[in-house]
């Protein structure tokens, strides 16, 4: 076991804008680490004066970043790809103090994962055309040209890969932009902005506000703001959808699920139930692509149940600095509150528990309920919490309907050893995304994002440059000009 050290996780300054580390003016942020509740960092809120000079700055910068050649654009994003990597371990312990996520995690996923979406959205850069369309003489061609000033708004499981996810391709694109993280976890982002200032970044294309949900709210309704990307939960984002709408501003919405996993009894039982762990207690549990509602074929449920609980049995709990944790503290105690909230509720309608439970202080061991039933709570809501609902079923007909009877569209999973039902599952599951013998993985060559109350738009792949951008259609006469009078 080695425990590492805790970094200095005092940022220079609360905010980013033009190109500098600026102090906020508003209320206090304390920033606390998750696992000991000790404050480990001390921010000021943007006031409304400074969330208006951010946008200020982006929109004055914003010119002459899209009037660059595109690979130019790239090469800065390459660039500061490649510094996120060399600087791997302070960012993956910085993530760790941020979010209590295991630091085994950390190292892996949140950093590395935004890293690659700024190499990736670099390479694209230049790969990004129009069309002619082709008139008989006169034709048309088109520009994808930037929106101008987005603005990014993240939640707090993910901090570091959600602002990259959004800043990659709205940057690539020509557009600038001002990110509010969650008051949750305010510190990677501030990183990100060094370094791509450090890449060569014009001052203005970059910045950070932070603040609670009002200066969230600030910055989606100013008036310099084109487009607004939202990672949060489904009321947020429906607040963030209508205010948007007044200035009729571009919208993606990266937003809460409740997401399917169906295995069936041909499926490798081991297989199943790795992916039924990583699809509900990676990250403690706090993913919005979570597959909280596992779906067993009923030949096989005491043997599925019988080989998680084992598994469940050796899972390392504790420390997030503990090289050896697998399972973390939960971010906040409001959001453990909640979760213990909902694992009581799942008792009291009837659900069997079969491991976990209500834990203690920022703890929340991975829970399991068995004999959950379509109406429970925990089988309808989304807890954000390392909770799972195990439901049994007969047929592919009956677990199609009532997998898709949620609101929620953001993902779904099915496990088989029949590609051809495989195939039919992916298509008939109302979900962005569908995973066939997998759970999670969320490359960024592919889109990401949900359906029906889950969002709207597509993070990653070429798919997101269609939501940094808009088409202008430019109609060139080769002839003259024929007045009826
Ligand atoms: P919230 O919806 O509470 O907050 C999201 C962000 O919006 C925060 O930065 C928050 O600020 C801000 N905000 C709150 N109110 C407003 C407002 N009126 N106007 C503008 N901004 C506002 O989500 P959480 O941070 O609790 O994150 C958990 C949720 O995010 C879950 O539902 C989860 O499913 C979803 N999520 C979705 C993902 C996806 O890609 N689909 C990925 C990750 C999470 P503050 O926190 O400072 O109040």
New binding site residues.
């Given amino acids: 076991m080695t425990v590492l050290a805790a970094p200095d996780a005092q940022p220079k300054a609360s905010l980013y804008i033009n190109g500098v580390a600026v102090e906020g003016q508003g209320a206090e942020l304390a920033v606390h680490y998750p696992y000991t509740g000790e404050v480990i960092a001390s921010l000021r809120e943007a006031s409304t004066a400074q969330v208006a000079e951010a946008t200020a700055a982006a929109a004055a910068a914003q010119p002459a970043w899209a009037a660059l050649r595109p690979i130019e654009r790239g090469r800065v994003l390459i660039r500061a790809a490649q510094i996120i990597r060399e600087r791997a371990e302070e960012l993956a312990l910085l993530e760790t103090m941020d979010t209590g996520k295991p630091i085994q995690e950390t190292r892996v996923a949140d950093w590395p994962s935004g890293a690659d979406a700024l190499e990736y959205f670099g390479g694209l850069a230049a790969t990004v055309t129009g069309q002619m369309i082709p008139l008989g003489g006169d034709f048309v061609y088109t520009i994808r040209e930037a929106l101008g000033v987005c603005a990014g708004?993240?939640?707090?499981?993910?901090p570091s890969q959600?602002a990259c996810w959004k800043a990659a391709p709205a940057l690539v694109m020509g557009n600038a932009m001002v990110f509010?993280?969650?008051?949750?976890t305010p510190l990677g982002v501030l990183k990100l902005a060094e370094i791509l200032t450090e890449a060569g970044l014009p001052a203005g294309i970059f910045n950070v506000v932070q603040?609670?949900?009002a200066v969230?709210?600030a910055l989606?309704t100013d008036p310099l703001v084109a487009k607004v990307s939202?990672?949060?939960?489904?009321?947020?984002g429906q607040?963030?959808y209508a205010?948007a709408a007044e200035g009729m501003r571009h919208v993606t919405m990266?937003?809460?699920?409740k997401s399917p996993l169906v295995i069936f009894d041909d499926a490798s039982l081991e297989d199943a139930v790795g992916a039924a762990i990583l699809a509900n207690f990676y990250s403690s549990g706090q993913?919005?692509?979570n597959g909280t509602r596992v779906f067993v074929q009923e030949g096989i449920l005491p043997a599925f149940l019988e080989r998680l609980s084992q598994r469940l049995e050796s899972v390392k709990i504790g420390d997030p600095l503990d090289e050896d944790t697998q399972h973390g503290p939960i971010v906040s105690p409001v959001q453990a509150g909640k979760i213990r909230a909902a694992i009581a509720k799942g008792e009291a309608e009837g659900a069997r528990l079969v491991c976990g439970g209500q834990g203690e202080g920022a703890f929340v061991p991975p829970t399991v309920f068995a004999d959950a039933g379509d109406e429970m709570f925990i089988v309808r809501e989304?807890i954000?919490g390392p909770v799972m609902s195990v439901l049994s079923f007969a047929d592919e007909a009956e677990v199609v309907a009532r997998a898709n009877a949620s609101p929620y569209g953001?993902a779904a999973g099915v496990f088989t050893r029949d590609l051809a039902r495989g195939h039919r599952m992916a298509a008939a599951l109302q979900a962005g995304t569908t995973w066939i013998n997998a759970y999670n993985l969320t490359p960024v060559e592919a889109p990401?994002g949900?359906v029906k109350l889950?969002?709207f738009g597509r993070e990653n792949s070429a798919a997101a440059i269609e939501h940094y951008s808009q088409l202008k259609s430019v109609y060139v006469a080769t002839g003259g000009v024929d007045a009826p009078y």
């Fill in positions: 708004i993240g939640a707090w499981n993910y959600i509010k993280p969650s008051e949750e603040g609670r949900g969230g709210a989606v939202l990672t949060g939960s489904v009321a947020t607040k963030v205010a990266e937003l809460g699920g993913i919005c692509s989304e954000f953001l990401f949900g889950s969002g």
